[in-house]
C-alpha cells in the first residue's frame, strides 16, 4: 500500500438500526441500492441523492438477513393493477424465519408476491439462482441440524432437502450458502458450517460431493467462489481468510490462508471482474485485496463498528454496512 486510501465518496445516512445487508439491484436498466436493517426495513435508495426513496416493515421488526435480485416471477392468476407492474423480483430473509418475494415497480414500490416459512430462527443466508431450464430455485435453511431446503421460486415449491452424510448433530448450523457453477458447468451448492467446513453439493442428484475442513476450530461466517479463475475465499472468528479451490474431482481444496491484523469477518466479496476481492471486519475496516497475488491493497477506515454487508456496483464501486447503521460507498480500483 503506498498511497493512504481515500475518504468515502458517499455516506447514506438514514436507516433506523444496524445494516445488516445490501444489494445492488437493476430496474429497467437502473441501478439502485437496496439494504435490510436490523430493525426488519428494507431501504431503497437514490444514489443521486443518496437519500432512503422507499421503506418498508418487511419482517415484523426482525432482522433482515439477506436482500437477493432475481428474474423468477411468481405466478399468479389476478393481474397487476394501476401502477403496479414490477420490473424486478427481489427476495428477502428475515430472523421472523420468512422468505419473502417482493414485486419492484419503476417507482420502487414494493408488493409483496410471496412467501416460505424456512422454519429457522437463526443468522444463516440463503441464495438464488436460475438453471439452465429457466427454473428459478432458492437454498433456504431449515430447522434440522445441517440441512438445507431447496424450493422453486416461481411455485414455492420444496423441491428437494441437502441431508448431510454424518448422522446425529451433522456439521453443526448451516452458517452460508453460495451457488456456483463448476467447470462442466453444472449449477452446484456450497454450504459452509458451524464446525468451519465448507461442503459442496449436487443439487439435481442432493448428493454431498465433497467436504472440507477450511476452518479448523470456528464456524464458517462468510464466503464467495469466482468461478472464471476457480478462486474460493471464507473467513472466521480468526485472524485469517482462507483461499482454497475446486479440483476436477470437485473436491474443495485447500490453498493457502491470509493473516488479518485483528481477528473476525463478516462478510467477503470477490469482484465481477475477478481482479480484487474486499472483506469486511469485526474491526470496523473494509480491506481490499488482490485476487491474483492474494496480497493487501487498502485498508478503509470510516466506520465506528463492525462491518456487516459488502457489495460492488457495476461500476465497481464497494458499497458497505456496518453496525453503525451506516452505508458508505467507496471509489478504489474501480478501474
Known amino acids: ?51 432512503i426513496c422507499a421503506t418498508i416493515d418487511a419482517h415484523n421488526g426482525l432482522s433482515v438477513l439477506a436482500l437477493k435480485p432475481t428474474q423468477a416471477v411468481l405466478r399468479k392468476t389476478a393481474p397487476y393493477a394501476g401502477e403496479m407492474v414490477p420490473c424486478a423480483t427481489v427476495v428477502s430473509q428475515g430472523r421472523d424465519g ?33 438453471l439452465d431450464n429457466d427454473q428459478h430455485i432458492i437454498a433456504i435453511p431449515t430447522d434440522k441440524t445441517s440441512q438445507i431446503q431447496l424450493h422453486d421460486l416461481e411455485t414455492l415449491d420444496k423441491i428437494s432437502a441437502l441431508i448431510p452424510r454424518m448422522s446425529g448433530k451433522g456439521y453443526g448450523a448451516c452458517m452460508v450458502t453460495k451457488f456456483i457453477k463448476l467447470k462442466n458447468g453444472v449449477v452446484a451448492l456450497l454450504v459452509g458450517y458451524e464446525d468451519g467446513s465448507v461442503a459442496l453439493w449436487d443439487i439435481k ?6 467436504r472440507t ?40 481444496q485447500f490453498k493457502r490462508d491470509i493473516t488479518l491484523t485483528n481477528p473476525g469477518l463478516n462478510c467477503s466479496k470477490v469482484r465481477y471482474d475477478g481482479k480484487i476481492f474486499a472483506t469486511g471486519g469485526w474491526d470496523a475496516q473494509i480491506r481490499i485485496l488482490s485476487r491474483a497475488k492474494c496480497s493487501l491493497l487498502a485498508v478503509l ?35
Open 205 to 210: 442428484m442432493a448428493v454431498e460431493l465433497s
Open 98 to 130: 420468512c422468505v419473502k418475494l417482493w414485486n419492484v415497480s419503476k417507482k420502487l414500490h414494493f408488493e409483496l408476491s410471496g412467501m416460505i416459512k424456512c422454519d429457522k430462527f437463526g443468522f444463516c443466508t440463503c441464495d438464488c439462482t436460475t
Open 1 to 51: 500500500m503506498s498511497a493512504a486510501p481515500p475518504d468515502p465518496v458517499a455516506i447514506l445516512r438514514g436507516s433506523d438500526s444496524d445494516v445488516t445487508c445490501l444489494k445492488y439491484c437493476d430496474i429497467e436498466g437502473k441501478e439502485i441500492l437496496i439494504s435490510g436493517t436490523a430493525s426488519g426495513r428494507i431501504n431503497a435508495w437514490n444514489l443521486e441523492m443518496n437519500r
Open 213 to 252: 475442513h477450511l476452518h479448523k476450530t470456528d464456524s464458517v461466517m462468510t464466503m464467495d467462489y469466482y468461478g472464471a479463475k476457480n478462486f474460493g475465499i471464507s473467513g472466521s472468528v480468526d485472524d485469517k481468510i482462507c483461499i482454497w479451490s475446486i479440483t476436477d474431482d470437485n473436491e474443495v
Open 301 to 335: 477506515s470510516f466506520h465506528e463498528g463492525s462491518i456487516n454487508c459488502l457489495d460492488f456496483s457495476k461500476k465497481n464501486l464497494i458499497a458497505a454496512g456496518g453496525k453503525d447503521g451506516i452505508i458508505s460507498i467507496w471509489n478504489v480500483y474501480a478501474s
